[in-house]
């Protein structure tokens, strides 16, 4: 069974700029969740998409948005982009809604020059 | 307070040692709780839950204490290959639902 997949691997942006990373989770799964791993700060929970809808947000600006496809692939926009957006963007799926058993994508490692 | 605080290291220890790992979180009303591992700029990859009764797998042996809001890890007989980041981890349906991460604890395992 294929696990968590996210594109691109890494991506290189500069400040003001738009970044856009894409996830697709595991056969089966309906909850994506997106989190933020930047350098000392450890991984923070960015937002979580269920059959299409945001249900939940982590304490991030507007500028962090998404949205869940009807495929349930997903996809992280950051709009405006910043220095201290550099980080490891990491999605994960679980197979129950809202589940505490959440599997992880290899990541987007994203630099903001 | 943070929500999950854990002790940074680095713990350098030699192959064959005994490590613990320790965890406080501040949410009373978090209802799971894990072990996860990360390797080098890798997604992190969930290593055991976290019982009252304690769990052991392995080498690896987990306990939580509700009270005191206390989780530890303790691995025995240490391979190079635990050489890692083990992130303490938080499950609350309060405000919605997340995994709250703790920053990590990295240990290096040396022969």
């Known amino acids: 069974e294929a696990g968590v997949t996210q594109s691109p691997t890494h991506l290189i942006k500069t400040r003001g700029q738009q970044a856009t990373l894409r996830c697709s989770p595991i056969s089966g799964h309906t909850s994506v969740y997106w989190y933020q791993q930047a350098l000392g700060l450890g991984l923070q929970f960015l937002l979580w998409y269920d059959e299409g809808e945001e249900r939940n947000r982590g304490n991030f600006p507007p500028r962090f948005s998404g949205r869940q496809f009807p495929n349930y692939s997903s996809e992280l926009n950051v709009n405006a982009l910043e220095l201290e957006d550099s980080a490891l963007y990491l999605c994960?799926?679980?197979?129950?809604?809202?589940?505490?058993?959440?599997?992880f994508g290899p990541g987007t490692r994203l630099t903001v020059l | 307070r943070k929500e999950v605080e854990q002790d940074p290291g680095p713990f350098n220890v030699p192959e064959g040692a005994t490590v613990a790992f320790n965890c406080t979180y501040s949410n009373s009303a978090s209802q799971s709780f894990f072990w996860y591992r990360q390797d080098c700029r890798k997604e992190p990859k969930l290593l055991m839950s976290v019982y009252s009764s304690g769990n052991e797998d392995g080498r690896f042996t987990a306990q939580l204490n509700r009270a005191s809001q206390y989780i530890s890890l303790l691995i025995r007989d240490s391979k190079l290959s635990d050489s890692a980041t083990y992130l303490c981890?938080?499950?609350?349906?309060?405000?919605?639902?997340?995994?709250?991460f703790g920053k990590g604890t990295t240990l290096s395992v040396s022969s």
């Open positions: 994960a799926s679980s197979l129950v809604v809202g589940a505490d058993t959440q599997y």
């Open positions: 981890v938080v499950y609350t349906t309060e405000a919605g639902t997340a995994l709250i």
